[in-house]
C-alpha cells in the first residue's frame, strides 16, 4: 500500500514537472495550420478548401502521431478549441498569399517556429507519461516533423524530412535534448526550456 502510494505521488510530480500548458499547445498548432496552408496555397492546382484542409491536417498531424504512440486520446479530440484554431489558423494562412509580396521567408520562419514547439511539447508529454530519456526524443522528434510528412503525403510531393541536406530531424532531436537536459540537469522550468528548445530548432538549418 505504502509503495503504490509512492509510486502514484512520484508519477504526479513528474507530470506536474513536465507540464505545458494547453495555451502552447494550441500556440503550436496555430502555427503549424498556418503554416502548412501558406505551404499549400503556393500549388495551383488545389483549390482553397484543399489549401485550409492540408493547413489543418499540418496543425495537428504530428501532436496526432505523438498520442497514437503515447497511447492516449489524440488531443484534437479531447478538446474543442485544437480544430478550432487549426481552422482558423489555415483560413489565415490561405489568404496571406494575397497581402504578402514574399511568402518564403514566413514559410521557413513558422516552419522553424512549429519544429521547436512541437519537439518541446511531445518530449515533455512523453516524461510527464513517465518514459525514458531516449524514447522521450523520439516522440518529441516524432511530433515536431510529423505534420509536415503528412502535408507532403497529401500534396503528393517528395517528403522534405527524406531530401539530402535536410536537417529537420536533426533540427527535432537537439531541440529536444536541449530542453530534456535543461529540465532534468539544470533544474530550468518547462516553460523557459521550451524557449532554449525553440531557439536551438531555429539555429539549426533545415537544408543546405
Same mark, same amino acid.
Given at each position: 500500500?505504502?509503495?503504490?502510494?509512492?509510486?502514484?505521488?512520484?508519477?504526479?510530480?513528474?507530470?506536474?514537472?513536465?507540464?505545458?500548458?494547453?495555451?502552447?499547445?494550441?500556440?503550436?498548432?496555430?502555427?503549424?495550420?498556418?503554416?502548412?496552408?501558406?505551404?499549400?496555397?503556393?500549388?495551383?492546382?488545389?483549390?482553397?478548401?484543399?489549401?485550409?484542409?492540408?493547413?489543418?491536417?499540418?496543425?495537428?498531424?504530428?501532436?496526432?502521431?505523438?498520442?497514437?504512440?503515447?497511447?492516449?486520446?489524440?488531443?484534437?479530440?479531447?478538446?474543442?478549441?485544437?480544430?478550432?484554431?487549426?481552422?482558423?489558423?489555415?483560413?489565415?494562412?490561405?489568404?496571406?498569399?494575397?497581402?504578402?509580396?514574399?511568402?518564403?521567408?514566413?514559410?521557413?520562419? !513558422?516552419? +522553424?517556429?512549429?519544429?521547436?514547439?512541437? %519537439? #518541446?511539447?511531445? @518530449?515533455?508529454?512523453? /516524461?510527464?507519461?513517465?518514459? $525514458? =530519456?531516449?524514447?522521450?526524443?523520439?516522440?518529441?522528434?516524432?511530433?515536431?516533423?510529423?505534420?509536415?510528412?503528412?502535408?507532403?503525403?497529401?500534396?503528393?510531393?517528395?517528403?522534405?524530412?527524406?531530401?539530402?541536406?535536410? !536537417?529537420? +530531424?536533426?533540427?527535432?532531436?537537439?531541440? %529536444? #535534448?536541449?530542453? @530534456?537536459?535543461?529540465? /532534468?540537469?539544470?533544474?530550468? $522550468? =518547462?516553460?523557459?526550456?521550451?524557449?532554449?528548445?525553440?531557439?536551438?530548432?531555429?539555429?539549426?538549418?533545415?537544408?543546405?
Amino acid at each position: 500500500m505504502l509503495l503504490w502510494a509512492c509510486t502514484r505521488q512520484n508519477r504526479r510530480v513528474i507530470a506536474e514537472t513536465f507540464h505545458l500548458p494547453l495555451a502552447v499547445d494550441l500556440v503550436a498548432v496555430g502555427v503549424g495550420s498556418l503554416q502548412g496552408a501558406l505551404y499549400a496555397a503556393g500549388f495551383k492546382r488545389i483549390d482553397l478548401l484543399g489549401v485550409a484542409i492540408i493547413g489543418i491536417v499540418t496543425g495537428i498531424g504530428g501532436g496526432f502521431l505523438r498520442d497514437i504512440l503515447l497511447n492516449v486520446p489524440p488531443a484534437p479530440f479531447t478538446n474543442n478549441l485544437y480544430l478550432i484554431v487549426a481552422i482558423g489558423a489555415a483560413f489565415i494562412g490561405m489568404l496571406l498569399p494575397r497581402l504578402l509580396r514574399r511568402v518564403d521567408p514566413v514559410i521557413t520562419l !513558422l516552419d +522553424a517556429l512549429s519544429v521547436g514547439m512541437f %519537439a #518541446a511539447i511531445g @518530449t515533455t508529454k512523453a /516524461l510527464a507519461l513517465g518514459l $525514458p =530519456v531516449a524514447p522521450a526524443l523520439f516522440i518529441g522528434a516524432l511530433s515536431a516533423v510529423g505534420g509536415g510528412v503528412v502535408r507532403d503525403i497529401i500534396l503528393n510531393i517528395p517528403i522534405a524530412l527524406m531530401h539530402v541536406g535536410s !536537417l529537420y +530531424a536533426v533540427a527535432a532531436l537537439a531541440g %529536444a #535534448a536541449v530542453l @530534456t537536459v535543461l529540465i /532534468l540537469v539544470f533544474d530550468v $522550468p =518547462v516553460r523557459g526550456a521550451s524557449c532554449q528548445d525553440d531557439r536551438v530548432t531555429r539555429v539549426v538549418p533545415h537544408t543546405d
